[in-house]
């Protein structure tokens, strides 16, 4: 293994990103006429496991951050696979089931908050930035028939991942009651973050688990939408403490999955998931546009570049031969597997570059 505190800055080259040509093979190969299956056998389908709404809302994010491009038309035969799937799982009273049986069975859970958030973060994605008027009316009579629910949510990424979607809505759709939710619900935040927030600690929680800047950027697109400095100021100010956790001489060292990091204790190191990656990237290109800072698209890059290889171990978890993104980092190898969260968590991320470096 190699430690990171013996890991030097100088082993990557600086300079122009080598950004990898979009290969949407092993995306192809998970997905179906259903949506896309959460995991792979190494790069195979595993059927066996079926599908969840949380990948198939982050594939839908992924074909419009595509499109977006400009440079990907035949992402569009994806799009729709995606959103029928979204659409097939939301309930009569709007709330989404997770999972579904290779067999096409829902099978009933307990109402997932992050399942719920990350549907609306996609849809409110549709709303704005969907290639037609029909996808954008498809996406605002779902997101519409969820949100009654919105303002009842308390887990942390439940609201973080409804807020931004509610955000992108606003922006494509201005709307006084929905920028009163905005602020109700990053007020919540706002509201863990001084429970929790200490000179030492600052945080929404007394733990950094998974996805974890998912939070500080929520509040950044809320104060892109409402303008009010507070979210600014809570956003940065707990991104840069995420930062000084994640960051070992200037190598991104991503939180582990096995025990976490709880306040007072040591960090995990292992297994580190890309889905942690993704949510920096997002979380530095958002506070790069809000701010102009060109130090925050600086270090969105550095947190790409964990995926081709600038880890702690020197592994690409992105193979470039299928297309698809490791499930994780270990601690003396990369995953064999390659699942749908982790494939769409890097490819996600790769767009969200492509998209800053063209500003």
């Known amino acids: ?127 704005c930035d969907g290639p037609s008027m029909q996808y954008k009316r498809t996406g605002e009579e779902l997101f519409m028939r969820a949100y009654p629910h919105i303002h009842g949510l308390v887990s942390l990424r439940g609201i973080a991942n409804s807020l931004i979607g509610l955000c992108r809505f606003i922006t494509h759709a201005p709307d006084n009651r929905k920028r009163e939710t905005v602020s109700y619900l990053a007020d919540k935040l706002i509201t863990e973050y001084a429970r929790y927030s200490d000179n030492e600690w600052k945080w929404f929680e007394d733990i950094l688990a998974y996805d974890n800047a998912i939070i500080p950027l929520a509040l950044l697109h809320a104060y892109e939408v409402t303008q009010y400095p507070p979210y600014l100021k809570a956003g940065l100010e707990s991104g840069a403490f995420l930062e000084s956790k994640v960051f070992r001489n200037d190598i991104l060292c991503i939180i582990g999955s096995n025990g976490w990091y709880r306040k007072n204790q040591d960090a995990a190191l292992f297994d580190q998931q890309p889905v942690d990656a993704m949510a920096l990237v997002l979380f530095y290109q958002q506070a790069f546009y809000v701010t102009g800072n060109r130090e925050f698209a600086e270090k969105m890059n550095k947190c790409y570049q964990w995926f081709t290889g600038r880890n702690i171990l020197c592994l690409s978890l992105y193979d470039a031969g299928t297309g698809g993104c490791a499930d994780g980092l270990q601690e003396d190898r990369v995953s064999e597997n390659q699942g749908a969260e982790s494939t769409i968590a890097y490819w996600i991320s790769h767009f969200a570059v492509c998209e800053t470096l063209d500003k």
Not at 13 to 19: D, E, I, P, R, Y
Not at 116 to 125: K, N
């Open 1 to 127: 293994m190699l430690h990171p505190e013996k890991l030097s800055a100088t082993t990557f080259t600086s300079g122009k990103l080598a950004m990898p040509v979009f290969n949407p093979e092993h995306l192809l190969c998970l997905t179906d006429a259903t949506g896309v299956m959460q995991h792979a056998l190494r790069s195979l389908p595993n059927r066996k496991e079926g599908y969840c709404t949380d990948d198939n809302a982050r594939a839908l994010l992924l074909t419009i951050f595509a499109w977006k491009l400009g440079r990907y038309p035949g992402i569009l035969k994806l799009m729709p696979v995606y959103l029928s799937f979204v659409h097939y799982m939301q309930r009569e009273d709007g709330y989404f089931d997770n999972f579904m049986s290779y067999n096409k069975a829902i099978i009933p859970n307990d109402n997932s908050e992050d399942a719920y958030g990350r549907a609306l973060m996609a849809l409110g994605y549709l709303i």
